[in-house]
């Protein structure tokens, strides 16, 4: 397997590890009643279903999970959490911005891998897939009306990127 492989599946399975994490905060804070919360229930479904498939995948080919996973733990915990304190619209925000920084991502690396891997990369495009309905869910869900949101959108996005940067290598 290639050095490229493993640091996208190092990467790919950390970021589905942090997504389960921010749901896990938003519906500490939220419960099963409040607005939307049914919506992100699912939404963490998926995810947890897509760490799963990563996580095995790890172990089949020997990769190394990623050093940072207790920090993405608590970040991503906290990060759902704070987005759920403000209101359901940030939660969705959070989730918007953050689907659009994985879609971005994912895209570049099925570029990147082109015919490599094909199994790596059947995964990351189906999982694009979902991650890209979360994100117009999250907009179709009033992620625009959060308080802040052009500022949280783009700070959000900003700290996707320096995780997916981080957990390359680390």
Do not use: N
């Not at 640091?7 to 607005?35: S, W």
């Not at 309905?133 to 052009?150: L, N, S």
């Amino acid at each position: 397997m290639s050095t490229t492989s493993a640091e996208m599946l190092r990467v790919d399975q950390a970021g589905e590890f942090g997504a389960t994490r921010i749901y896990a905060g938003q519906l500490a804070v939220m419960g099963d009643r409040a607005a939307g919360s049914g919506e992100i229930a699912e939404m963490a479904r998926q995810e947890a279903e897509h760490r799963k498939r990563f996580d095995a995948m790890i172990a089949a080919r020997g990769v190394r999970p990623t050093l940072l996973q207790p920090v993405w733990s608590v970040a991503g915990f906290a990060l759902g959490a704070a987005t759920a304190l403000i209101g359901p619209e940030a939660a969705m925000a959070c989730t918007a911005a953050i689907e659009t920084e994985i879609d971005r991502h994912y895209t570049h690396q099925l570029e990147e891998l082109g015919d490599s891997d094909p199994e790596l990369a059947e995964t990351i495009r189906e999982f694009r897939d979902d991650e890209r309905a979360h994100r117009d869910a999250a907009f179709a869900a009033g992620a625009e009306k959060a308080p802040g949101y052009p500022v949280m959108f783009h700070a959000i996005r900003l700290g996707c990127r320096a995780a997916i940067a981080l957990s390359r290598r680390i």
